[in-house]
């Protein structure tokens, strides 16, 4: 089992990243896709997830209206698009894929993001 970050790196206020998950070794479509993030001294926070075949959206309310997530289930793939991003969304973030019919869970090894001026 593979998910494998991209995407992350240094950018101003205001500016955008697109991360991107690559996904292998389970089937991907019997997964939640969700992207979480670690800020320093903080927890980790479910940023935003999406269901098997894309039918629910939920974001956590710091991101609402700023990120978008999405999945191509032909490529086995997630993003997260981030659109004026804040020095508060630095953190690591991380691609989660949960089974949709228990508690088996899979984590990426997570790309740095960092906002600042």
């Known amino acids: 089992v593979q998910l494998v970050e991209s995407g992350g790196g240094l950018v101003q206020p205001g500016e955008s990243l697109r991360l991107s998950c690559a996904a292998s070794?389970?089937?991907?479509?019997?997964?939640?896709m969700n992207w979480y993030r670690q800020a320093p001294g903080k927890e980790r926070e479910l940023v935003a997830g999406?269901?098997?075949?894309?039918?629910?959206?939920n974001y956590a309310d710091a991101v609402k209206g700023r990120f978008t997530i999405s999945r191509d289930n032909a490529k086995n793939t997630v993003s997260l698009q981030m659109n004026s991003l804040k020095p508060d969304d630095t953190a690591v973030y991380y691609c989660?894929?949960?089974?949709?019919?228990?508690?088996?869970?899979?984590w990426g090894q997570g790309t740095q993001v960092t906002v600042s001026s």
């Open positions: 999406i269901t098997s075949a894309g039918g629910s959206i």
């Open positions: 070794g389970f089937t991907f479509t019997s997964y939640i």
């Open positions: 989660n894929a949960r089974w949709s019919y228990g508690l088996r869970q899979y």
